[in-house]
């Protein structure tokens, strides 16, 4: 239990609290429908730009598996395929999915659970993407220059995207950066 009662973990959980949709659409001047509907249209779009990059990345291993070269690579090379192509794969599926929730739930008007389940699986799909993309990347250094260039080159990778996909967005919730002063959590303010 946190200090106003609540419990941390559901909260977590739940990732969409209706009581911050209703301060959001009360301080922008529109309905809890229209928040819901912005928020739905924000989540399409970040949707579109993390489900291309995997769609690229996927296309090109499923290729690779048919190449001549292919058969050179030693048991790492292929231990780091495997993973990168298991990555890519969980990530599209993770990443398709709201597509697949929202037909089964359109206009049972439960768009709020949507964007729930929908927020938490982008988080997932990008977790998974950078897995994909960080083996990915080892795979191929470790053919072009060898292991420990591979090693390296997969590290800075995987530092620089999960200090900017995640380490600076918790950053910045945890700190309030850049947060209007009215729109202060436990304002009266948007939350999102």
Not at 94 to 107: E, G
Not at 158 to 187: F, M, Q
């Amino acid at each position: 239990m946190t200090a106003d009662g609540s419990d941390a973990g559901t909260r977590a959980r739940a990732r969409f609290d209706p009581a911050d949709a209703v301060r959001s659409a009360r301080a922008r001047g529109e309905t809890l429908d229209q928040v819901l509907d912005r928020n739905l249209a924000e989540l399409l779009q970040e949707l579109r730009v993390a489900i291309t990059g995997v769609q690229v990345l996927f296309a090109f291993l499923l290729g690779l598996a048919f190449t001549s070269r292919f058969a050179e690579l030693d048991a790492f090379a292929l231990t780091v395929y495997t993973v990168t192509l298991l990555a890519t794969a969980l990530a599209t599926v993770v990443l398709i999915a709201p597509v697949s929730f929202h037909r089964l739930v359109f206009r049972r008007r439960q768009k709020a659970v949507l964007i729930a389940v929908a927020d938490r699986m982008l988080v997932v799909g990008l977790a998974l993407l950078v897995l994909a993309i960080t083996s990915g990347v080892l795979l191929v250094l470790d053919v072009v220059l060898g292991r420990g260039p591979g090693l390296v080159g997969a590290t800075a990778v995987l530092l620089v995207a999960v200090g900017l996909w995640y380490g600076l967005p918790v950053w910045a919730r945890r700190t309030g950066s850049g947060v209007h002063p009215d729109e202060a959590p436990g304002g009266d303010g948007p939350a999102g």
